[in-house]
């Protein structure tokens, strides 16, 4: 049986997670691996058929609802599984990506490993614990332009208070990366 592993992917956004996540999946259909890229459903910021870097860089991919979908998803044959925005997918990832690894597939995973308060976010830490390989990817502040690891939310124009909801799909419309001295979350309430 083939060894598997689990390759994390993590950083702000707009720090090239997803672009790095295409550019392994395109080094492995170039070694001639069978590959399936998979999306939640929640991230409907493109078609549920493709994933997108923020510079434009595409790739096929299948939106599914939740871990235990993507888990029965996976066809036998596929060798390279690879998942992009897991922190948006419920906790049951962990689980998944780990039988996937442990079957001898090569599970590669993208995903915030902070939300917008700067604290962990859904099960990528997990993830990160266990893979055999992580890749955290710095952006550019957008405030002092040092390297920012963090992911600021906006509310008109200004920091969102950490009583804002989680989960905001969205772009550069309602996020920036920030280092961690321009990085503030005010705790009033909305």
């Known amino acids: 049986m083939p060894t598997g592993s689990l390759t994390v992917i ?7 997670k997803t672009e790095e996540l295409i550019r392994l999946v395109r080094r492995a259909l170039y070694a001639k691996r069978t590959v399936q890229v998979f999306k939640p459903a929640l991230d409907t ?17 299948h939106a599914i609802e939740n871990s ?8 036998p044959e596929t060798q390279v599984v690879a998942i992009e925005e897991a922190q948006f997918f419920d906790e049951g990832i962990f689980t998944v990506c780990q039988a996937l690894a442990d079957e001898g597939k090569n599970v590669i995973v993208s995903g915030l490993d902070m939300d917008f308060r700067g604290e962990p976010f859904g099960a990528m830490p997990q993830l990160i614990a ?24 906006l509310l008109n ?5 950490a009583s804002a909801p989680i989960v905001l799909i969205g ?3 309602h996020y920036e990366a920030r280092c961690r001295q321009c990085h503030s979350v005010p705790e009033n309430t909305l």
């Open 45 to 61: 910021r493109d078609p549920a058929t493709v994933i997108r870097s923020h510079n434009g860089a595409l790739h096929e991919a």
């Open 68 to 75: 235990a979908a993507l888990y029965l998803s996976v066809a």
């Open 171 to 173: 772009a550069t419309e």
């Open 157 to 161: 124009g200004m920091p969102a208070p």
């Open 10 to 16: 993590c950083g702000s956004m707009f720090s090239g």
């Open 130 to 153: 266990v893979a055999d390989d992580v890749v955290k990817l710095r952006a550019i502040c957008a405030v002092c332009g040092s390297d920012a690891a963090r992911s600021q939310r």
